[in-house]
């Protein structure tokens, strides 16, 4: 096997395989140990939430609060509904907001996944409007975030594959059709 056939079979394996989800930057509790298990899984063995679970806890805290529930009513009710990663982190903050904490420092508290809401309460709180609109507003812009993530992944995957298949095929078409033409050029040219 040609070292661009490998190459080719392992970019062939990287697009095929789906990629784990993605996890928000600045996980709540960095890197970690080895030994301990990875950066994303908490000290109860649970995960950090992905972009998409916070932009669905989003939307049911914009629909809960729509409903007239107040702001730390609406996180209290979307935790009990939603993924134990999610809900763990809704709480938290819930619990920082009854101890008064602003929204800034509240929202500190959990990981990067939570920047829109966090981004979301601040400008509530600021403005004196309710937070329903701009919180659904910061779980579609993660939601297009997010998209645009993977649509940039799916075409860098597809020119990395281009690139060994290329290299595959190249060979076989100088052998086959350049090398011939060439030598026919040249009996011909030679008159031989």
Same mark, same amino acid.
């Given at each position: 096997m040609t070292f661009a056939a490998v190459v080719g079979?392992?970019?062939l394996a990287f697009v095929v395989w789906p990629p784990q989800p993605q996890r928000a930057p600045g996980s709540r509790h960095g890197q970690g140990d080895p030994a301990e298990g990875t950066p994303e899984q908490e000290a109860g063995g649970q995960e950090a939430p992905t972009?998409? /679970?916070?932009?669905?806890?989003?939307?049911l805290?914009?629909?809960?609060? +729509?409903?007239?529930?107040?702001p730390v009513e609406?996180?209290?009710a979307v935790a009990r509904r939603v993924p134990p990663s999610v809900a763990h982190d809704l +709480? *938290?903050?819930a619990s920082a907001h009854r101890w008064g904490q602003d929204s800034r420092t509240a929202w500190s508290h959990v990981g990067g996944a939570w920047e829109g809401a966090s981004f979301a309460?601040? !400008?509530?709180?600021r403005s004196g409007a309710?937070?329903?609109? !701009? *919180?659904?507003?910061?779980? /579609? +812009?993660? +939601?297009?975030q997010e998209t645009s993530r993977v649509e940039a992944a799916v075409h860098r995957a597809g020119v990395l594959l281009v690139l060994p298949l290329g290299a595959c095929f190249l060979p076989g078409f100088v052998g086959t059709t350049v090398v011939p033409v060439v030598l026919h050029l040249a009996r011909s040219s030679l008159g031989t």
């Open positions: 079979l392992l970019v972009i998409d /679970e916070a932009a669905d806890a989003l939307v805290c914009s629909l809960a609060m +729509r409903s007239g529930l107040g609406a996180l209290e +709480r *938290v903050v309460w601040q !400008v509530a709180d309710a937070p329903a609109g !701009v *919180v659904l507003a910061a779980a /579609e +812009r993660l +939601r297009r």
